[in-house]
């Protein structure tokens, strides 16, 4: 059985700049947040989920 997934951005909490593209369950509950790297801002910032 195939599982449903979706694309999602990840976006920087500071700049609000779109930077990674990710995927995840489409039924999933929580958001994702990660810490990673920005380009714009150079430094490591806290990435959250937005839809496509």
Same mark, same amino acid.
């Given at each position: 059985m195939k599982i449903k997934e979706r694309f999602i951005f990840l976006v920087c909490t500071e700049c609000k *700049? +779109? *930077?990674y593209?990710?995927?995840? +369950?489409q039924k999933a509950a929580y958001k994702l947040e990660k810490k990673k790297y920005c380009p714009?801002? +150079? @430094?490591h910032?806290? @990435?959250k989920e937005r839809k496509l």
């Open positions: *700049n +779109r *930077n593209t990710t995927h995840k +369950r714009f801002c +150079r @430094h910032t806290d @990435h």
